[in-house]
């Protein structure tokens, strides 16, 4: 099995990308990352995006497509169009990068979020594309003594959805991150690598207090295929923290 190669959620440079999607790439690729995630394509056209990656030597494994909760009705037509212009970039996955969850969630709470979760995969997989799902820490409140994490990947199938896990958010939620790797080895190609210091403050990958150590272990094992990072919160600037994620990533050999 090939390396896991190392990539780059563009939240992370949120603050750049909504100003100049297309140069932000540039940089990206400037500081070394070979692979980036999308959040947002900033009213470029899918000919534009797709030159971008071309031009600076990037690939594109999938993006965050939020569902539009707002507007129900909506959803699945926003969510249609949204799959055309991931087909015409050159996406492989679709990933939801979260969903509306109550503080105390019930069982039907649960079957709400498992129903809508298993219609955008229908949407995703019938034209030809992979479907994710991206967690917080949320997902692992129990219901019914088991995570809803769990409950999601127990009632829709590994061939039809991808668990994006996010080890930040399972470290806050009081997990282990190397233990739900292995759980589902196999159904986890896209892992974010996102690092925690105090509390739900995050910080660049490495000067945490998430263990990655363990899952890197293990990443090839387990058919992790693209190591994302993602960082929100910054002490100087975004671009400077990507630079800095990506160093722990090259100091261990794996970029």
Same mark, same amino acid.
């Given at each position: 099995m090939a390396k896991a190669q190392v990539g780059l959620q563009l939240y992370t440079l949120r603050d750049l990308t909504e100003k100049d999607l297309l140069g932000t790439l540039g940089k990206v690729a400037e500081i070394g990352y070979k692979a980036v995630e999308f959040a947002g394509f900033f009213g470029h056209s899918a000919a534009e995006v797709k030159r971008a990656l071309d031009d600076n030597g990037l690939?594109?494994? /999938? @993006? &965050?497509?939020?569902?539009?909760?707002?507007?129900?009705e909506k959803l699945e037509s926003d969510l249609q169009r949204q799959i055309e212009f991931a087909k015409e970039i050159g996406l492989e996955y679709v990933v939801t990068p979260w969903y509306p969850m109550p503080e105390q969630p019930s069982e039907e709470d649960l079957a709400k979020f498992t129903g809508v979760v298993e219609r955008a995969c229908e949407l995703v997989t019938s034209a030809g594309l992979k479907y994710g799902y991206h967690n917080h820490d949320f997902e692992f409140k129990q219901v019914g003594g088991r995570t809803i994490m769990d409950h999601l990947l127990e009632r829709i199938p590994a061939e039809r959805m991808i668990a994006e896990f996010d080890l930040g958010w399972i470290h806050v939620a009081g997990y282990k991150p190397v233990d739900y790797i292995n759980q589902y080895a196999g159904r986890v190609p896209l892992a974010h690598f996102k690092d925690f210091g105090n509390g739900r403050r995050d910080t660049e990958i490495g000067r945490g207090t998430v263990d990655f150590? /363990?899952?890197? &272990?293990? @990443?090839?094992?387990?058919?992790?295929?693209?190591?994302?990072?993602?960082?929100?919160?910054?002490?100087? /600037?975004?671009?400077? /923290?990507?630079a800095i994620c990506l160093e722990f990533f090259k100091e261990r050999g794996l970029a």
């Amino acid at each position: 099995m090939a390396k896991a190669q190392v990539g780059l959620q563009l939240y992370t440079l949120r603050d750049l990308t909504e100003k100049d999607l297309l140069g932000t790439l540039g940089k990206v690729a400037e500081i070394g990352y070979k692979a980036v995630e999308f959040a947002g394509f900033f009213g470029h056209s899918a000919a534009e995006v797709k030159r971008a990656l071309d031009d600076n030597g990037l690939t594109a494994p /999938s @993006a &965050h497509v939020p569902l539009n909760f707002e507007e129900p009705e909506k959803l699945e037509s926003d969510l249609q169009r949204q799959i055309e212009f991931a087909k015409e970039i050159g996406l492989e996955y679709v990933v939801t990068p979260w969903y509306p969850m109550p503080e105390q969630p019930s069982e039907e709470d649960l079957a709400k979020f498992t129903g809508v979760v298993e219609r955008a995969c229908e949407l995703v997989t019938s034209a030809g594309l992979k479907y994710g799902y991206h967690n917080h820490d949320f997902e692992f409140k129990q219901v019914g003594g088991r995570t809803i994490m769990d409950h999601l990947l127990e009632r829709i199938p590994a061939e039809r959805m991808i668990a994006e896990f996010d080890l930040g958010w399972i470290h806050v939620a009081g997990y282990k991150p190397v233990d739900y790797i292995n759980q589902y080895a196999g159904r986890v190609p896209l892992a974010h690598f996102k690092d925690f210091g105090n509390g739900r403050r995050d910080t660049e990958i490495g000067r945490g207090t998430v263990d990655f150590e /363990s899952v890197l &272990h293990v @990443a090839d094992e387990a058919g992790i295929e693209y190591m994302i990072v993602e960082q929100e919160e910054f002490a100087n /600037s975004s671009l400077e /923290s990507a630079a800095i994620c990506l160093e722990f990533f090259k100091e261990r050999g794996l970029a």
